[in-house]
C-alpha cells in the first residue's frame, strides 16, 4: 500500500498545482505562458516577462514552480484562464481524432508522425506540458500540424481535378 500511495501522489501531484491555482486570479500572459520555452525566449531577446503572470509563479510560495508539478491544464489556463481550457481541450481532442482517423482510414504519414506526439500530450496532462513547453517538440508537433494540413489540401485538391491521390 505504501508504494501505492507513493507513486499516485507523484503521478497526480500536478492536479494538486492546479487546484492552488484556481484561488488565483487570471492574467493573461498573451499567449505565450502556456510554454516555458516560449516565456524565457519573449523575456530573453524580446523584453516581454510574463512569468509574474503565470500560476505557477503566482502560487510559488505554496508550490514551487521549479520544484513541483503543474498540470497542462495550468499552463494552458495561464493564457486563456481555466473555463478558457475546456475550449482548448475540445479544440485537440477534435484534432486529435481527425489525425487518428487520418492516420488509420487514409493512412496518412504526417497523421501517423502526430500520433506520438498526441500520445505524450495527452499521457503527461496531470504532470506537465511536455509538447508545448519545449522547443524540439513544439516545434515538431507544428511543423507537423502544417505538413498535415497540407496533405490533407493536395489530396482534396487532388479529387477537385479528378485525380484519385
Known amino acids: 500500500i505504501d508504494i501505492y500511495e507513493k507513486l499516485t501522489s507523484y503521478m497526480v501531484q500536478g492536479y494538486y498545482g492546479m487546484s492552488i491555482s484556481l484561488d488565483e486570479d ?28 503565470t500560476f505557477p509563479h503566482k502560487i510559488t510560495e505554496k508550490w514551487d514552480e521549479f520544484v513541483y508539478w503543474h498540470s497542462f491544464y495550468t499552463y494552458i489556463a495561464n493564457d486563456v484562464g481555466f ?29 501517423k508522425m502526430l500520433l506520438p506526439l498526441f500520445g505524450i500530450l495527452f499521457l503527461y496532462i496531470p504532470a506537465n506540458n511536455q509538447i508545448f513547453g519545449f522547443l524540439e517538440s513544439m516545434s515538431s508537433f507544428w ?16 479529387y477537385a481535378e479528378g485525380k484519385n491521390t
Open 143 to 158: 511543423i507537423l500540424t502544417l505538413l498535415f494540413i497540407l496533405s490533407k489540401k493536395a489530396r482534396v485538391s487532388g
Open 26 to 53: 487570471f492574467q493573461s500572459s498573451y499567449g505565450i505562458g502556456h510554454s516555458v520555452f516560449l516565456q524565457k525566449t519573449f523575456a530573453q531577446h524580446l523584453g516581454i516577462d510574463v512569468r509574474d503572470k
Open 83 to 111: 473555463w478558457g481550457v475546456a475550449v482548448i481541450m475540445l479544440i485537440l481532442g477534435a484534432y486529435f481524432s481527425y489525425v487518428y482517423l487520418s492516420a488509420v482510414l487514409q493512412d496518412n504519414f504526417y497523421a
